[in-house]
């Protein structure tokens, strides 16, 4: 009589074996109980010919295994515990006696593999809730397995939350993303696959909510899609007896070192900026009715607070007065006794623009100043799971499962001058329904609808000068938020330009998958329906920006570059509407007691993607003349939009093609190249 473990692949679990008399002869149509020591709910089934028999689609939990027959003593297997897509062999060898006569053995999982090919590792409730978790983000426990890498955490930058801020893997050396995330078999990915949870804190909380997950990472079955890999998780269930858990994690400045760029004392005194973070929660699970009804709820709330330093480059004070060095002002008459040439400003626009960097006592050769700019970024988030276990009979059980995920994260810039406000508000919903027809077929029906959703915007989208002016409102009254200069030798300054975005899909999801036991076959196959609603922006507003080669000329007004949007073009966003049909087929077939062969065919057909609107009519299909619609810096009536120059204008549209078929047109981009001063900001 003897125990093994096995790893197969689903979010359930499934208990095989054979049974046999004292000799090795099988004993057909003995009969197989099987008991969920936690939720008391118990599934027979009969042996075969052969003395086979396999029960699939098992919750998670401890077990054991009863098999009798007429004339043949009770034979009960005890400890038998299931994780997440493991396959336990329960053999039993029958002595001749009577059937009240019972023998009990406590089983032992082996980690031997035997009958999947299926590479994957399984990470228990014990080691997600034990190890030490950074952030307590249970998809770190994946750089458990072999043959995964973590990528660098993705650095702290405006417009992060557009495609995610979570840690990435690479799974035996495949791209960073496109593995599939499963949580009771619904697919939770963000849209751009840069893993689950919130893209604008990074997180993947629910810790508590999971009961293991296991990471498939290669030759798994034909039921699982992804890209190189897939994280196969179960949320926890109540049982019979009640459980709960309550908890508080505190993280603060008191023991970390200083950053490289941090002063050296802070303005409080303290020889740290501020750093604060409070994770806290607690779940509870219990019965609702014995035997047939449980609930699970859990709840995880993060608070944050961390100041950060940034080294930015900034006018120093001459160059606030529109005085340069006469080293880099050779074109301007320098005054020998001071060293400095009187540029001035070539507009009030530049010198309101100026007016926005951060004032300093400091002088440079350069006329460009290094500071430390020091800021806060702030996190909240709350996370809700809920799930719903019923039993409805012997052959018919269902479960709901409701996923909430609100976050928000105010992330000011490098010059702490604007500050985004990046939103996550998921939801993810699961309905699936179990019915038996007989102990060698089930099925299960599953409905389940996914919104990873995203938002970011400025809080500030228009910063006013201390003229009362917003010097980078490029296109007034247009409700756009203010550009971006760029001059070479200094930070940057403005909003990112991929603000404000949003990225909102919506995924509809029927599926069907039947469990099949014929002889010494297990067929497993099934189809899934998705109905994807892609409404996001593309990321690109084009919401103006100044390029300059220097300071000189800056203050001269000499550009060298603008990027920009014709007015009334920029409504960027980018309906789509998607169908996926996937068929697939498995069978895992147990040619002799020692080997076991898994073939398996999966097919994914995607239809054309429409769109509810016309997205593609507005851009520019003949040449431009030389007026832009776009606002001078310089002007005392903000209508005028006429822009002069002495250069030309190049239309160029974007056009990305994604791989997956999608085609995404970003909006037209019109770049001004001149030589010379643009006449606006002179005149």
């Not at 709910?41 to 010919?49: R, Y």
């Not at 950060?308 to 005085?323: C, E, I, Y």
């Not at 062969?597 to 054309?608: D, I, K, P």
Request: hydrophobic residues 40%.
């Amino acid at each position: 009589m003897t125990t093994s473990r096995l790893q197969a692949q689903a979010t359930t679990a499934t208990i095989l074996g054979t049974v046999t008399d004292s000799s090795g002869a099988a004993i057909a149509d003995a009969a197989v109980q099987i008991k969920n020591i936690g939720t008391g709910i118990t599934q027979t089934a009969n042996t075969d010919s052969a003395g086979r028999f396999r029960v699939p689609d098992l919750g998670l939990g401890s077990y054991e295994v009863q098999a009798t027959k007429a004339g043949f003593q009770t034979v009960v297997h005890k400890g038998i515990t299931l994780g997440v897509g493991s396959e336990s062999v329960v053999d039993f060898s029958l002595a001749v006696g009577q059937q009240q006569q019972t023998v009990t053995v406590e089983g032992q999982a082996s980690q031997v593999e035997t009958t999947s090919a299926a590479v994957g590792t399984v990470v228990e409730s014990a080691q997600m809730r034990d190890l030490p978790l950074n952030g307590r983000n249970f998809t770190s426990l994946l750089a458990l397995a072999p043959g995964v890498q973590t990528a660098a955490q993705p650095t702290q930058t405006t417009g992060g939350a557009f495609f995610g801020r979570g840690a990435q893997f690479s799974v035996a050396g495949s791209r960073l993303y496109g593995q599939s995330y499963l949580l009771d078999n619904t697919d939770v990915v963000s849209f751009f696959g840069h893993g689950v949870g919130s893209g604008a804190t990074g997180t993947s909380l629910g810790v508590e909510a999971i009961a293991e997950f296991q990471a498939l990472t290669a030759t798994y079955g034909a039921q699982f899609g992804g890209n190189g890999a897939v994280l196969n998780a179960v949320s926890r269930s109540g049982t019979n007896a009640f459980h709960g858990s309550a908890y508080e994690f505190l993280r603060n400045n008191k023991l970390d070192a200083r950053d490289f760029f941090d002063p050296a004392k802070q303005p409080n005194g303290e020889r740290n900026p501020p750093f604060r973070r409070n994770q806290f929660g607690g779940s509870l699970g219990g019965p609702i009715k014995k035997d047939k009804a449980f609930f699970f709820v859990n709840y995880e709330g993060l608070r944050q607070l961390k100041g950060v330093s940034n080294p930015v480059f900034v006018p120093d004070a001459n160059t606030r007065q529109g005085l340069l060095p006469c080293a880099i002002a050779a074109t301007v008459a320098c005054n020998t006794a001071t060293g400095l040439a009187n540029v001035g400003f070539a507009s009030a626009g530049i010198r309101d623009a100026m007016s926005l960097y951060p004032t300093t006592s400091l002088t440079f050769p350069t006329g460009v100043a290094r500071i430390i700019a020091q800021s806060n970024q702030v996190a909240n988030e709350n996370y809700f799971l809920g799930r719903f276990d019923y039993t409805l009979s012997e052959k018919d059980s269902l479960f709901g499962r409701y996923v909430l995920d609100r976050a928000d994260f105010l992330l000011p810039g490098a010059l702490p001058l604007y500050t985004e406000q990046d939103l996550t508000r998921s939801h993810i919903a699961t309905i699936e329904e179990r019915h038996v027809f007989s102990a060698n077929l089930v099925n299960l029906a599953r409905m389940s609808f996914v919104r990873p959703a995203e938002y970011g915007a400025v809080v500030n989208p228009h910063l006013t000068a201390p003229s009362g002016t917003h010097p980078l409102e490029f296109y007034p009254g247009q409700g756009i938020q203010d550009g971006s200069i760029s001059i070479t030798g200094l930070t940057g300054i403005g909003p990112s330009g991929i603000l404000p975005t949003f990225v909102v899909p919506n995924r509809f999801t029927e599926a069907d998958d039947m469990y099949w036991t014929r002889g010494a076959h297990n067929f497993k196959f099934g189809i899934s329906i998705e109905r994807f609603q892609q409404n996001d922006t593309s990321g690109f507003r084009g919401t103006g920006s100044y390029t300059f080669n220097g300071l000189l000329q800056f203050l001269q007004g000499a550009t060298s570059l603008y990027n920009g949007n014709l007015v009334g073009q920029f409504d960027n966003g980018r309906p789509f509407r998607e169908l996926w049909i996937t068929p697939y087929f498995q069978d895992d077939w147990k040619i002799t007691p020692k080997l076991t062969l898994n073939l398996g065919l999966r097919y994914t057909w995607g239809a054309n993607p429409t769109s509810p609107r016309i997205i593609f009519s507005r851009l520019p299909i003949r040449p431009i003349q030389l007026t832009l619609p776009v606002r001078p810096w310089r002007r005392a009536r903000p209508s005028l939009l006429t822009f002069r120059m002495c250069g030309r204008i190049i239309p160029t549209p974007r056009i990305s093609i994604r791989a997956s078929g999608w085609l995404t047109i970003l909006l037209a981009t019109i770049k001004l190249r001149s030589a010379q001063a643009l006449e606006s900001f002179t005149s």
